[in-house]
């Protein structure tokens, strides 16, 4: 299985090292599986950005969550977290407001519209997750997050 990459990018070389090899194999990963969940998202007009902050807006109470802790919850670190809020509260997905108890802050919600959106995704993005790991076993699977969290962790 070795080389697999090197033979990919068409590079005559051996990587520098061993570090590098497996960096680029996650990268290289990365971009393959995004493509993928992008052409899942490509007719709704949504980003992966945008539906991450739908399904963290889903998964928070009625009160929604401030503009800060969705920035931290993103998957992929964003920086410019108010113009995708922008875009999809242009677009009805969402609503921003005051919080009550701190005028300071402000808070994200989840609209209807929003939410029928995201639900209308589960199905078809779970396929494209199949469809990308489905001929791994799950033992495989598994080891592989448990490696990957490990080498954030290193990363971070």
Do not use: W
């Amino acid at each position: 299985m070795s080389g697999s990459l090197q033979k990919e990018i068409k590079q005559e070389k051996p990587f520098g090292t061993l570090e590098q090899e497996v960096v680029l194999n996650v990268m290289r990963t990365a971009g393959a599986f995004r493509k993928g969940v992008a052409e899942v998202l490509k007719p709704f007009d949504l980003t992966s950005a945008q539906y991450n902050i739908l399904r963290i807006l889903r998964g928070a109470s009625e009160d929604g969550l401030p503009c800060s802790e969705v920035g931290d919850r993103l998957v992929s670190r964003d920086p410019d977290v108010t113009r995708l809020l922008d875009r999809l509260e242009k677009r009805g997905l969402i609503t921003r407001g005051r919080s009550a108890t701190d005028r300071r802050v402000v808070n994200v919600r989840i609209t209807k519209a929003g939410l029928d959106q995201v639900d209308q995704l589960d199905a078809p993005m779970q396929d494209v997750h199949v469809a990308q790991l489905g001929h791994m076993k799950k033992k495989n699977l598994k080891a592989l997050v448990e490696l990957l969290e490990k080498a954030r962790r290193g990363a971070d």
